[in-house]
């Protein structure tokens, strides 16, 4: 599938099922913590420069947000998660209607998880992985920030996250960074395979 990425724009925001698109596109859910990076990721992705916000305060995002692309696919940005500064109503909020839109989803086809290459994953990154694979929902790990870290280091700290994730080999592992825009093909290749 060819995408042209240039024609992207943000959908809509949507905080139940009754919100979601109606129509039968694929759509790739991008989840991870707060500060993970994950509006760089859909900004680098997109070649834009701020369809997704990046903002100063994490955990911004308190609703699905939809992005269509080139009318063929969507990226679903989901609630980053485990940010403290949010009440534990709120968080159990954004967690049901996370697990409401990856469990009962028909338009998903895999999950972005993004964690951050320079640190161990949270226990939230690890139980959104043991989520994911429970549910048999095919997922991508992409480390973000790899531009922080000397290359001949990514190897230990891949190795670091696999472990603390019991990483299942048979799922994709990239590497990303969105100010070199390493992983960004590999990134690409992946979703497109996965559609």
Do not use: C
């Amino acid at each position: 599938m060819e995408i042209n990425t240039h024609n992207a724009e943000i959908l809509l925001s949507a905080a139940n099922k009754s919100h979601y698109p109606q129509d039968g596109l694929p759509e790739i859910a991008l989840a991870g913590r707060s500060n993970v990076g994950k509006s760089s990721f859909i900004n680098t992705m997109l070649n834009r420069k701020n369809l997704a916000r990046t903002s100063g305060k994490p955990g911004k995002t308190q609703l699905l947000n939809f992005f269509n692309i080139d009318d063929k696919m969507r990226f679903v940005d989901v609630p980053g998660y485990g940010y403290a500064r949010v009440s534990k109503k709120e968080r159990e909020k954004w967690g049901r209607m996370i697990e409401e839109y990856l469990t009962t989803r028909e338009n998903l086809r895999a999950v972005v998880s993004l964690v951050d290459l320079r640190h161990d994953p949270s226990a939230d990154d690890v139980q959104m992985y043991e989520f994911l694979k429970y549910y048999e929902i095919p997922v991508i790990i992409v480390a973000t920030k790899a531009d922080k870290i000397p290359r001949g280091k990514w190897n230990k700290h891949e190795s670091a996250i696999k472990k603390k994730l019991n990483f299942d080999p048979s799922d994709d592992f990239i590497l990303f960074s969105s100010i070199s825009k390493a992983g960004m093909n590999e990134a690409w290749d992946a979703i497109l395979e996965k559609l």
